[in-house]
């Protein structure tokens, strides 16, 4: 079954403290991004990976890095995570099906910086 | 950048009326996608346009791809009490596959 997965769904930290949110594809998608979604902002890119060791930054790529050291795997890191971060997260692929660019979204991650 | 108007922001209806939202973009736009987002999780793409004046159809769900390329909309006929949940539209017209979404139509069904 096609997937993406993320990891943790849910996640409270303090500020500062280093974390990183996993995510991997199973399509074997050349195309990778993270969105955050915020209510009233929608959903904004934050980074993207076209290929491995790829990756550029979207519209919101404050506070936030990525690696792409494998197809499968894009994860987000938060340096010095800090409360204006506390959102929801999603990792996603796009890839072609049927002649078609389609993309396709991760379960999201809850982030709580207190 | 690319700037997407999305409208309703909410619709409440009763359960077996029709739904019609749309989209607008400031530029032109070679695909648009359709999502729908239920509480706590990531949204699932419903419906992929990408030829001008395109029509297409996914059960009770029709998308248009506007003849000027600048412009979406979603109708869902006959709705349902599962059809509730945040629909978006996104649109892509650059060659890095960047997709740029609209803040997405908030639909509630009462049965």
């Known amino acids: 079954e096609a997937q993406v997965t993320q990891n943790p769904r849910y996640l409270i930290t303090v500020t500062g403290k280093k974390l990183t949110v996993t995510c991997s594809q199973n399509m074997n998608h050349e195309y990778m991004s993270w969105y955050r979604q915020d209510p009233g902002l929608g959903l904004r890119q934050i980074y993207y990976s076209m290929n491995v060791e790829v990756t550029d930054k979207g519209d919101v790529p404050e506070g936030y890095k990525v690696s792409r050291k494998e197809k499968r795997n894009f994860p987000l890191i938060l340096e010095s995570p800090s409360p204006n971060q506390t959102s929801l997260y999603f990792c996603?692929?796009?890839?072609?099906?049927?002649?078609?660019?389609?993309?396709?979204f991760g379960p999201g991650t809850r982030l709580t910086v207190t | 950048g690319q700037q997407l108007n999305q409208s309703p922001q909410s619709m409440f209806i009763q359960e077996g009326e029709d739904v019609s939202m749309n989209c607008t973009s400031s530029?032109?736009?070679?695909?648009w996608l359709w999502y729908k987002q239920d509480p706590g999780e990531g949204p699932v793409l419903l419906i992929a346009?990408?030829?001008?004046?395109e029509l297409t159809s996914n059960g009770r769900l029709t998308a248009q791809f506007g003849i000027t390329r600048k412009d979406s909309f979603l109708n869902i006929s006959a709705s349902i009490p599962s059809d509730v949940g945040i629909y978006f539209c996104?649109?892509?017209?650059?060659?890095?596959?960047?997709?740029?979404f609209g803040k997405g139509t908030l639909l509630t069904v009462n049965p």
């Open positions: 996104a649109g892509s017209g650059g060659s890095n596959y960047k997709l740029t």
């Open positions: 996603a692929t796009q890839g072609l099906a049927g002649g078609l660019r389609l993309e396709y």
């Open positions: 530029s032109i736009f070679n695909t």
């Open positions: 346009l990408y030829k001008a004046g």
